[in-house]
């Protein structure tokens, strides 16, 4: 999937992440697959927290049995779905005995199931590293995005109307805020953490991904959209969604 056509500026020159797809062909093409497909799986629906839990098992050569719920159809309110997340949200992993929920918690139990570096269990500074980013999205970057990414891209998905841009506009100040935050950050560096991808990136990148039809003000933050755009080369994050998925929008 091309990054999406919309508002905002456009980085001009090549990505990092050219040359470090380059460097690291293990990027592009998934390492290998794991899993008959039938021991784990996986429940989701079209939108932006399954789409990194989806995104990273098909990057990491995962196979799972990926059940889409039908929302509209009161899906994710059953009592069976239900006792598997009392939430009632996606997504939920089951692996054996193991019920998840949390799409970081769901990404951290994939890659310790191939040993994946992008959550580095031998490693605790590199995983305190990567925690940080991943408390930080869900704390304040992603309560900043996400109005943005409501009006614009839930709202359209789901037929619930046109975006309301005047309630958008309280938003813009803490928007700013924390892209400040990140932006500053990520000056000379193509991923979020540890100088390589991590499942920081895929927490950070689901809902800013979308910046430009939903009209988050994110242009002058050049650092923030050379990466997000460069996750984009990404294969499996550029196309996470299993064949057949329904339409979005
Ligand atoms: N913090 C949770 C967020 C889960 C969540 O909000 N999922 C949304 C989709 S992005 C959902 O299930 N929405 C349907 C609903 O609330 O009815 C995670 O990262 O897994």
Partial sequence: MPPPAGTGARPTKPSDVDGILAANPGLRSPPRAVGSGKDMKIYWIKAQAPRR???LAKHLGIKAELIEVNLMAGG???PDYARLNPNMKVPTLVDGDVVLWESSAIM???CGKVGS???LASNPVQQVEVLRWLSWNDCHWSPAIAP?????????TFGMGPPNREELKSAVGDFVKFATVLDGHLPGRAFVACDRLTIAD???ASMVSYWRESE???GPFANTVRWVDGLMRIPAWADPWPD???AWG
Wanted: proline share 3%.
């Fill in 202 to 204: 895929f927490q950070l």
């Fill in 244 to 246: 057949g998925a329904t």
């Fill in 117 to 119: 570096d992008m959550w």
């Fill in 76 to 78: 994710l309110k059953t």
């Fill in 216 to 218: 988050m003000p994110l």
């Fill in 108 to 110: 951290a139990h994939l």
């Fill in 53 to 55: 839990v989806l995104a």
């Fill in 148 to 156: 943005f990414y409501f009006e614009h891209v839930v709202k359209a």
